[in-house]
């Protein structure tokens, strides 16, 4: 784990708080006004950012490492698969398996897909322009 590493996990980490704020503070903002009984207060949440702030860490480390134990150098089309395969992947199992256990509205649900899948995407494009495995060695014994 090279320095472009530790530069591709700080920047999603940075990326990631940036979409989510602009996600769920503006374009999804009014909608969970109309449904605050389903969330924790302002206060709480404010009080429990530090813990966001860690899964967000950790999510941000495991996806530049995935990633990197499949890169091809293909460019920012590979970021753009990736990230379609782990936005579908954890997109569809947060928004629509939320929905089957929580009682959130089809367009909360469908919005955290959306917002997911777009993370990841974009998520997928940054590290695929920063993150580059180290090189083996050419060493002969």
Known sequence: MGRKFWIAVIVLFVAFN??????????????YEATSHLWRSMEEMNRLRPVMWLVTLV??????LIFG????????MEGVR???YIGIFFGFSMGFGS??????????????????LVEFVVAG???ASIHKPLKAS????
């Open 18 to 31: 940036i979409m989510d704020y602009i996600f769920h503070s503006l374009v999804m903002g009014k909608t």
């Open 59 to 64: 999510s941000s480390f495991f996806f530049v």
């Open 69 to 76: 134990k499949g890169y091809e150098g293909k460019g920012a």
């Open 82 to 84: 990736f990230g379609l």
């Open 99 to 116: 929905y089957a256990a929580m009682p959130i509205t089809g367009g909360i649900a469908f919005g955290w897909f959306l917002i997911t």
């Open 125 to 127: 494009i940054l590290v």
């Open 138 to 141: 050419a060493t002969t014994v």
